[in-house]
């Protein structure tokens, strides 16, 4: 009888979600074989935007116009912050690369450049974000102009009130309209739901008859914004098909999570990934790692295969995440590392996790737990050394930082990424990585 598979390479990556998925993309951009491990669900919950940096400091919530200035800021304020610790011209690189294949995976990005752009949410706030997709930049546009425009709801999607978008905006952007409309096909569906009105969508007989309700309805409108549901795969195609028709800019505004922009972020950069030549285990978690006697190597055990299999790698990039992506665990004695048991940057009690107000804006103790790393992104052991020179940790899991709070999640993710694999690389490089 055969023993378990194993699978070699240069570098794994452990996690799936937007750290990890940027890792796996920059391995396989610098040639290095690479196997990514994890199951990648957290990725549904995003908005689509990939926000760089917008709040700093938290505890003033105070919003930035430039990111880069925000980084510059936050190295000044908090130089053990993850993001602070990535050079600029690294960050801005990395943003260009991701963004650039997930406009070749079918979901187009507005052109990166210095500044945020200032996007309207779910329930009518304004965020900055440095990554839009070309879907939403018409709305940041009008955000901005304050053109005279109308969005449209659906009745029956409790996911999106555009009567509540323009309530909240109703001073500051008196030309803003709204009109809720019926979804074709629907009028019997007490309920709705964005994937499937999305899906409906790239049928060009329901676009028409949508598109044919709200051309009686443009007035005066100069743009028109609607619930992120223009299409699925064919988003691009469907979003093109409504401005012709209706001869003015569309923009989709995200509508809370689960949300369509979320499918396709995930759809696409699983076909970016995959069109890399990366290999995916998404099925699959890593349930311990060992090292071999000389440290050249580390070979994982991953569960959920019949027979098992084990991947054995010259380098391994934990992109495993906090709670939510299980990076993390909580019990009564503390946080502990989910895999290798590494120590993690936490509060000295559980009664020191959370601030008295639980609305308390600098954020809590707990929200920036997480594992320290060295100069080169090794994440340390108890003596506060590398735990194993081909151990890298990137993206959320990181100490120091509160990327919710910030509205930093895909600029750490992707910038922490970044510098990891170019850790990576300069390791391996002359020792025959990337040449199986
Ligand atoms: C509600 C919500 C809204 C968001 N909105 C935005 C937004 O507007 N803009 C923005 O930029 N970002 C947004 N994000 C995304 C955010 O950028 C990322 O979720 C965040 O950066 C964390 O990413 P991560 O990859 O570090 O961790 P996670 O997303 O938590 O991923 C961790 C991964 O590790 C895997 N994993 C853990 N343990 C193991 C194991 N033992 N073996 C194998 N795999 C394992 C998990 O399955 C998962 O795939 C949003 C996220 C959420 C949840």
């Known amino acids: 009888m055969s023993g378990p598979e194993r699978a070699n390479c240069d570098v794994a990556v452990i996690g799936a979600g937007m750290a990890g998925m940027a890792t796996a993309l920059f391995a396989a951009a610098q040639g290095l074989s690479c196997i990514q491990i994890g199951n990648a669900g957290s990725i549904l919950f995003a908005s689509g935007l990939l926000d760089l940096l917008g709040v700093h400091p938290v505890a003033e919530a105070r919003r930035w116009r430039s990111p880069f200035q925000a980084v510059a800021a936050l190295a000044r304020d908090q130089p053990e912050h993850p993001l602070a610790r990535v050079d600029q011209s690294a960050i801005r690189h990395a943003f260009e690369i991701f963004v650039a294949a997930l406009g070749s995976a079918g979901m187009p990005y507005a052109p990166l450049g210095e500044l945020n752009r200032d996007v309207l949410t779910s329930i009518g706030t304004i965020k900055g974000s440095y990554g839009v997709p070309l879907t939403m930049v018409a709305g940041a546009d009008a955000l901005a102009a304050r053109t005279p425009c109308l969005l449209i709801d659906f009745r029956g999607l409790r996911e999106f009130s555009a009567a509540q978008i323009v309530a909240a905006q109703a001073d500051s952007w008196p030309g803003l309209r709204h009109a809720r409309i019926e979804f074709p096909n629907s009028e019997n569906s007490p309920e709705l739901y964005g994937a499937h009105l999305a899906g409906a969508l790239e049928s060009a007989d329901t676009r028409e008859r949508t598109i044919g309700v709200v051309k009686q309805l443009l007035g005066a409108a100069q743009a028109v914004g609607f619930p992120a549901v223009l299409g699925l795969a064919r988003a691009p195609q469907v979003h093109a098909a409504f401005e012709a028709a209706l ?89 502990r590392e989910s895999i290798l048991d590494l120590p993690v940057s936490q509060p000295d009690s559980r009664d020191a996790w959370h601030q008295r107000d639980f609305l308390d804006p600098a954020g809590h103790p707990i929200n920036r737990a997480g594992l320290m790393v060295d100069d080169t992104w090794h994440p340390l052991d108890a003596t506060a050394r590398a735990a194993w020179p081909g151990l890298f940790a990137v993206g959320s899991i990181l100490a120091h930082q509160d990327w919710m709070r910030s509205k930093c999640g895909s600029g750490l993710a992707i910038a922490t990424a970044w510098a990891a694999i170019e850790q990576v690389t300069r390791q391996l490089r002359g020792a025959g990585a990337g040449q199986r």
């Open 247 to 335: 001869g003015v800019p569309v923009f989709e505004i995200p509508t809370i999570p689960t949300s369509v922009p979320g499918l396709r972020l995930l759809a696409a950069l699983e076909r970016a990934v995959s069109a890399s030549g990366v290999e995916r285990r998404q099925r699959s978690r890593v349930r311990g790692i060992d090292y071999d006697a000389a440290g050249k190597t580390a070979t994982l055990a991953l569960d959920d295969l019949a027979g098992g299999e084990s991947v054995v790698a010259r380098s391994v990039v934990l992109a495993t995440g906090r709670f939510t992506g299980r990076g993390l665990s909580a019990d009564r004695r503390g946080v």
